[in-house]
């Protein structure tokens, strides 16, 4: 034991340098303990909070009950006190077990609020609304935190855990409080409008973006309140819900109050008045439609199929807009969502009217004809579920000369190809209600059917023979290049050799021309006579192909060059 200590006591004695200097390189254990983070992978954040503004003086006193305080201006006073008792911010987040003796007097406060204002009548007076409307702005306007799907990634309710908020054992009951406080008999909008404005209602829409679904329950009930509260807000509450839809539309895609917000509007569009304005229908083509083409619409369709039914519900001239709209959006490589337009189209063909359906119903069963040929079989089930619907049925029977041609294909074709047997069972039923519809005109079908089969093989059979054609030409024609080549081949060696003998005697008649040339300028020079140098020089040149351009410098350079090649004497 002595020496184990003394051993301690000696290593521990060492300076900081001393360790570094003694110490040597790190072990493989030492890297395996160190944890290292791929870049890709987020922290868990789902008990992250959003950012308050914590009070400095968070030390409450507990005030007296109301129900003990006396009638009148006593009772109001109590309330008011309460009241900025409860706009005390404490926090959550980075400390929780802080403060908890006067988070506890904060809680029950609120409880104390809300029971009040529930059971009691007569204690909503003027002086009440400015500080309960401050009180629920302290406590719930703010700083949201980041996102947890910045990319806009599709949220599964199913596997993803919710982010939920810290502070909400304070921000539950405050919701509460003011949903009481709204519901009231002794509410009165013309008193609280003075503090419940547009700002006030722009600072509520924010916090739909919130990732916690308590809140956003909450917050949806809250603004469903206020709409039908205060009149002059309305056009207001839809313009603001409008841009935050055209926000994710045209710039995010991505919000976690669509849903909420839809819901919102569901019960406004069930109250429109009739005939609808124009507002409302551009509503229904720049917004509601346009929301079909989001990534993440899973986590709000029954939501926005339910608006868009209760449209059609309202004017059904609206129907033929709608599905041009649905068609336009329709998906082409994500078959969960193509299921998702299936439920809708089915939702839409229940409530449609029989004139409108004559007007969309070649385009709309082309597209039930490619999803029936979908290899996906949940989509051709879901298209083939249509067939059990006796209002649907009613319709096709009533335009069955326009329907079963476009159908015929895409059920004869899958009845025997596709790979699934649910499917071929379910196709057989369509066929047999087509046949029972009209026999005559199966029959046609059934025979057009067989003549356009037996020209698509005819067609098939010409292509192939074209191109065994083409390629039985291809070989012959390879063959003759093959030959020509070697014609060539033989051809351009004696070509080649007489090219060169031309080329030795060329040089050597122009070498002698040349000297002639110079012996010639030489003479003249001599005997004083001038000729232009390109005529003194000129060589025949009968025998060349092409005439180039002369550059007398340096035909004056070959020529003093070859004369002291011919004469080196000189």
Do not use: C, W
């Given at each position: 034991m002595p020496k184990n200590s003394s051993k301690k006591d000696k290593s521990g004695g060492k300076k900081d340098g001393d360790d570094?200097?003694?110490?040597?390189?790190?072990?493989?254990?030492?890297?395996?303990k160190v944890k290292i983070t791929p870049l890709g992978k987020k922290k868990d954040n789902k008990n992250h909070s959003s950012r308050f503004r914590i009070s400095q003086d968070r030390?409450?006193?507990?005030?007296?009950?109301?129900?003990?305080?006396?009638?009148?201006v006593e009772r109001e006073e109590l309330f008011i006190q309460k009241l900025n008792q409860c706009c005390t911010?404490?926090?959550?987040?980075v400390d929780p077990l802080s403060d908890l003796k006067w988070k506890e007097i904060k809680r029950a406060a609120l409880n104390e609020l809300v029971d009040f204002v529930t059971h009691q009548r007569g204690v909503i007076t003027e002086a009440i609304y400015p500080e309960a409307v401050k009180m629920f702005s302290r406590n719930l306007f703010r700083t949201l935190p980041p996102p947890t799907n910045p990319h806009g990634a599709e949220y599964d309710p199913e596997e993803d855990e919710p982010t939920l908020e810290a502070a909400w054992p304070h921000l539950q009951l405050v919701y509460e409080f003011f949903l009481r406080f709204l519901e009231s008999p002794d509410f009165t909008p013309s008193t609280a409008k003075r503090s419940i404005d547009q700002q006030f209602v722009l600072q509520l829409l924010e916090l739909f973006d919130s990732e916690d679904p308590r809140e956003r329950d909450l917050l949806?009930?809250?603004?469903?309140?206020?709409?039908?509260?205060?009149?002059?807000?309305?056009?207001?509450?839809?313009?603001?819900?409008?841009?935050?839809?055209?926000?994710?539309?045209?710039?995010?895609?991505?919000?976690?109050?669509i849903a909420e917000l839809l819901e919102?509007?569901?019960?406004?569009?069930n109250g429109f008045a009739l005939p609808l304005k124009e507002e409302h229908k551009i509503f229904l083509q720049r917004v509601l439609l346009p929301l079909h083409k989001v990534k993440a619409m899973s986590v709000y369709h029954p939501q926005l199929a339910y608006c868009?039914?209760?449209?059609?519900?309202?004017?059904?001239?609206?129907?033929?807009?709608?599905?041009?709209?649905?068609?336009?959006f329709w998906p082409k490589t994500h078959s969960p969502k193509e299921v998702m337009f299936l439920n809708e189209l089915e939702e839409i063909l229940d409530v449609i009217e029989p004139q409108e359906f004559k007007k969309i119903m070649k385009p709309l069963f082309q597209q039930l004809a490619r999803c029936v040929s979908s290899p996906h079989f949940q989509?051709?089930?879901?298209?083939l579920y249509f067939w059990n619907n006796d209002y649907i049925m009613t319709l096709i029977s009533d335009n069955a000369d326009v329907i079963l041609p476009i159908m015929f294909g895409a059920l004869y074709k899958n009845s025997k190809s596709h790979w699934n047997k649910t499917i071929h069972g379910l196709i057989y039923n369509a066929l047999k209600l087509f046949m029972e519809m009209n026999q005559r005109l199966f029959d046609e079908c059934t025979q057009q059917y067989k003549n356009e089969r037996q020209k698509e093989k005819q067609k098939a059979k010409e292509r192939e023979e074209a191109w065994a054609t083409l390629e039985d030409q291809a070989l012959i024609n390879a063959e003759k290049i093959k030959q020509l080549n070697a014609k060539n081949l033989l051809t351009t060696g004696g070509v080649h050799n007489n090219l060169a003998?031309?080329?030795?005697?060329?040089?050597?008649?122009?070498?002698?021309?040349?000297?002639?040339?110079?012996?010639?300028?030489?003479?003249?020079?001599?005997?004083?006579?001038?000729?232009?140098?390109?005529?003194?020089?000129?060589?025949?040149?009968?025998?060349?192909k092409s005439f180039l351009p002369v550059d007398f410098e340096t035909r004056r350079a070959l020529m003093q060059h070859n004369q002291h090649k011919v004469d080196p004497s000189t």
């Open positions: 570094k200097k003694n110490s040597g390189p790190p072990t493989a254990a030492l890297f395996n030390e409450l006193q507990r005030l007296p009950a109301l129900r003990d305080a006396g009638s009148g911010i404490f926090d959550f987040a949806k009930t809250t603004l469903h309140r206020i709409y039908g509260k205060f009149l002059s807000l309305r056009a207001y509450i839809r313009k603001q819900i409008n841009n935050i839809f055209y926000q994710v539309l045209y710039e995010s895609e991505r919000h976690n109050g919102i509007l569901g019960s406004i569009i868009v039914v209760q449209f059609l519900e309202k004017d059904s001239a609206l129907t033929e807009i709608v599905i041009k709209g649905l068609l336009k989509v051709a089930e879901r298209a003998t031309d080329s030795a005697n060329d040089d050597e008649v122009d070498s002698n021309d040349l000297l002639e040339n110079i012996n010639k300028v030489k003479e003249k020079v001599e005997h004083g006579e001038s000729e232009p140098v390109d005529q003194a020089v000129q060589r025949d040149l009968t025998r060349r």
